[in-house]
């Protein structure tokens, strides 16, 4: 059974930093990344690094210099480095696994950047 458990959210100021980690159980994945929500809003892309290129990485233009995304393969999890933190990145940070269709979904993790 596969599970992406997400930890490492919480509060913080302006300017600060954070680190998620999302571990994944069951199987392996070629593509991992993170989506984020704020209330009222559509869900969005952040970040995504890619196993089958190298490990390759994409970024959001409004995350691009500040977060950084990464991967233990050995432990099956991916991380997601945010520093600079800005109110505006305040949301609901999700992990995901192949996203698409047929993809997986972490339960979500509540980031707050406070002004």
């Known amino acids: 059974q596969v599970q992406l458990v997400e930890s490492g959210g919480g509060l913080v100021q302006a300017g600060g930093s954070l680190r998620l980690s999302c571990a994944a159980s069951?199987?392996?994945?070629?593509?991992m990344g993170w989506f984020r929500q704020a209330p009222g809003k559509e869900r969005e892309f952040v970040a995504a690094?890619?196993?089958?290129?190298?490990?390759?990485?994409s970024y959001a233009d409004s995350v691009k210099g500040r977060f950084t995304i990464s991967r233990d393969n050995a432990k099956n999890t991916v991380y997601l480095q945010m520093n600079s933190l800005k109110p505006e990145d305040t949301a609901v940070y999700y992990c995901?696994?192949?996203?698409?269709?047929?993809?997986?979904w972490g339960q979500g993790t509540q980031v707050t950047v406070s002004s």
């Open positions: 995901a696994a192949d996203p698409g269709p047929k993809g997986y």
């Open positions: 069951g199987r392996t994945f070629s593509t």
């Open positions: 690094i890619f196993s089958w290129n190298g490990g390759s990485t």
